[in-house]
């Protein structure tokens, strides 16, 4: 874990001992996230569009590589270590599929706006910014931010509402800021455990 107050950004990802250099403005990695997204790109394709995120491609990506992008991506490293004191069993409970409450293409908007309101930048006209500090940033809104409103608003469990007045409220704006999204058969599976 590093320290963002003092601790400078990373700029590479080491592999096998070797360092290689990253776009790192938060605007190649909300490409990078639609594009991982993006249902007409085959995953063998995904895979090989990831070199267009390093500034000397390359000659062969490999599964550490890979790892080591998405760590960068999840800046896994301004994060404590949860995994450390966690059971490796889990529960149903764990692997349940959860629909997303948050995607960067639909609420970009949103985004624009509360950096704007709350820091006084204009992610528009901005020459660069490090991903990881506008990661830093983001997760720093405040609760009354557009952005957290709308998480907060879907990730509510309608199960736990017991007033029907208050559940067919939250239910009308969950479906107004729902975000689309498509479990894929594997995905399935994982969450059930092959039960079926």
């Known amino acids: ?26 605007r190649e990695w909300i490409r990078f996230a639609d594009m991982i997204h993006d ?18 491609v390359p000659h062969k990506m490999t599964a550490e590589m890979v790892d080591a992008l998405f760590d960068f991506y999840y800046a896994k490293d301004l994060e404590p270590d949860a995994d450390a004191d966690e059971d490796d069993e889990k ?22 706006g509360d950096f704007r309101h709350y ?36 990730s509510i469990d309608l199960g736990s509402i017991k007033s029907d007045q208050e559940r067919n409220r939250i239910a009308r704006i969950q479906r107004s800021i729902a975000i689309p999204y498509e ?4 995905m399935i599976a994982a969450a059930f455990g092959g039960l079926i």
């Not at 006209?125 to 931010?145: G, K, N, T």
């Not at 479990?183 to 594997?186: G, K, L, P, R, V």
Request: with cysteine; proline share 5%.
């Open 1 to 26: 874990m590093i320290n963002a107050l003092y601790e400078p950004f990373p700029e590479c990802i080491t592999v096998d001992g070797q360092e290689y250099q990253l776009l790192t403005d938060f």
């Open 39 to 56: 249902t007409e790109i085959d995953n063998h394709e995904k895979v090989c569009m990831l070199a267009l995120w390093f500034i000397d």
């Open 91 to 112: 529960t149903v409970e764990d692997t349940v599929i959860k629909p997303p409450v948050f995607d960067w293409r639909i609420d970009s908007r949103y985004i624009l």
């Open 119 to 154: 820091y006084g930048i204009d992610l528009i006209s901005i020459e660069y910014l490090h991903w990881w500090e506008f990661r830093c940033l983001f997760a720093a809104l405040p609760d009354d931010s557009q952005c957290q409103k709308r998480m907060a608003y879907r």
């Open 183 to 186: 479990c894929e058969d594997d």
